[in-house]
């Protein structure tokens, strides 16, 4: 596993090895959907509720149940900071950091901490989870002395929600779920690309980057 999996945040380091996962919490691009999202009190049309995650395709959302899992594809996720104006089908703009293990500094007021990870939702199917905001990074921050585990170079995490807290600032508040990782499983199919997934190997197009949502259907209080 290479070195910059390294847990910065809280320099948690796996006993058994060298190996770590980094993340430095720190005080343009786009991925492929469908979207997953972290609704902290639910979607103002109704149709996600309070403390969830739901999937985003097209002008679509389904809640999802995050109790079963989902497969988080480390080895690629980036960080960044995101600036968003929060209108509806907008793409927010990205600025990507070289890897986890080195958070830039904010490139100015507005901008939040955020991810993109390729995840494995069930049933040979693939969403990215892309989002910004308060209640994500903590909920990763969290995560992330777990990660260190990681038994093999290669094997990813099953993570699924377990809870959600209430994090209140001086002003305003929010809700960060919990995450743990389930077990440790070997990379799926659906999360493998070019020859190792059995596909001939062409020039990808380039995806679209995530549309915006309105701010009120994701985190409710922020850095």
């Known amino acids: 596993m290479p070195d910059r999996w390294a ?7 796996n006993e058994k090895d060298d190996k770590m996962f980094v993340l430095d919490t720190g005080n343009e691009g786009g991925a492929a959907g469908p979207f997953i999202a972290w609704s902290a009190r639910g979607t103002q049309d109704g149709s996600v509720p309070p403390r969830s995650f739901f999937l985003r395709d097209g002008g679509s959302k389904t809640p999802m149940d995050m109790t079963k899992g989902i497969v988080l594809d480390i080895e690629t996720m980036k960080t960044g ?46 969403a990215t ?4 905001g308060a209640a994500v990074w903590q909920a990763i921050t969290n995560l992330a002395p777990q990660l ?9 995490p099953l993570v699924r929600m377990t809870d959600a807290e209430l994090l209140q600032f001086k002003k305003g508040s929010t809700v960060v779920p919990t995450l743990e990782v389930v077990k440790w499983v070997d990379r799926p199919d659906c999360l493998k690309e070019g020859a190792a997934a059995g596909i001939a190997s062409e020039p990808a197009p380039k995806p679209a980057p995530a549309p915006a949502v309105q701010a009120a259907d994701l985190d409710d209080a922020e850095f």
């Open 7 to 13: 847990a910065a945040a809280n320099n948690v380091k």
């Open 81 to 126: 900071w995101q600036h968003s104006e929060g209108i509806a089908g907008v793409a927010p703009e990205w600025k990507w950091n070289s890897s986890p293990a080195a958070m830039q500094p904010s490139p100015g007021e507005g901008w939040k901490k955020g991810i993109s990870i390729r995840c494995a939702v069930g049933g040979g199917n693939v």
């Open 148 to 156: 260190t585990k990681q038994p093999a170079p290669g094997q990813l």
């Open 129 to 132: 989870w892309e989002q910004a």
